[in-house]
């Protein structure tokens, strides 16, 4: 495992994330100020990048915190990989197969099933195949970017995308189809909770390639 992983998320988030950290270690975050700006947490030092350093010798600790931080639903580098060059026009967000229950996973499954022509539409993609394998679930959905903005957008969708599924009592793989791609797909956002000023530029982002009207279903 890396020493150094690198969270996707805005300036304000990294409070959060050292809150987090902290609840998940049992103890309290100290803020070092200026000029590092960084918090120390039992050893953790996570900077103002946004980069947790990882302690020699906490590895196999570090694993478990990881997962529970994705869990929760930050964002870490290693789960952003670039595919070998046939995919490399593609962003590949990959998800630890551990952190989906098999009922999860299925219900994942059904709800790419019923948004699927929505998907294909909002990221301009012809494919929303999941790609499993026993330690890896891989998302090849959206275009190849390293634009600060997108690659949050795209892996904060996954990853409330991924709670929707391990909350979901009961799920449809029926398609469904809209009159107004743009109304659709914010709604769905909102339900997955893209919601507030703080979402605002990723639901710019994961709404610009639809046409429509985001603000009423049947227009003005």
Known sequence: MKNEIRFTLESKQRPKLAQEIGNILGTAPHYERV???AYDIAGYRLDKEGVLHIPEGAEETA???ILQLRERGFQDDAEITEEVPVQQDKLTIVIPRESLT???LENLQKITANKQTLFQRAFQTDSTEIEITDEKIK???FSYTTDSDE???YTQFISRLCDMARDAKRVSSK???TDNDKYAFRCFLLRLGFIGKEYKTARKILLRNLTGNSAFRCGE
């Open 175 to 177: 398609p469904t189809e």
């Open 63 to 65: 694993k478990d915190l």
């Open 35 to 37: 000029p590092s700006c």
């Open 102 to 104: 098999d009922t999860a």
């Open 151 to 153: 690659m949050a957008a």
């Open 139 to 141: 998302i090849i959905w």
